[in-house]
């Protein structure tokens, strides 16, 4: 069976979009979307609610859309592939990070 590498997601934003230009004229922009799941607690029957946030980057043209048009609150759909980054920080730590690198982007 082959490999997938494949999300979709669809929330809210969290910030406004931060984007980085390239000597090269290239562009990378970020931002962070919130998810919740929202279900009733059986012992109490409270409304209980779990929040995820997912790191997005996306490239180029893709990067200079979602910089120009998504805002902080805003509603977005996003399909893209996971990917984890590693890198040595100014002290030499060991960092890591799992983001998603999105290929299709959707106001909503």
């Known amino acids: 069976m082959a490999n ?8 809210v934003l969290g910030r406004d979009p931060e984007t980085k230009q390239f000597p ?4 990378v922009t970020t931002f962070s979307i919130a998810t919740s799941e ?10 209980k609610q779990a929040t995820e946030w997912h790191r997005i980057t996306t490239n180029n043209r893709l ?6 048009y998504l805002k902080k609150g805003g509603k977005v759909y996003v399909e893209g592939a996971v990917r984890t980054r ?12 799992t983001e998603i690198r999105a290929d299709e982007l959707q106001l909503l």
């Open 63 to 68: 990067a200079e859309i979602a910089s120009k």
């Open 24 to 27: 090269n004229g290239g562009s």
């Open 38 to 47: 929202f279900w009733k607690d059986k012992t109490t029957g409270e409304r």
């Open 4 to 11: 997938l590498n494949r999300v979709t997601v669809m929330g």
């Open 86 to 97: 590693k890198w040595k920080d100014q002290r030499g730590a060991e960092k890591e990070i």
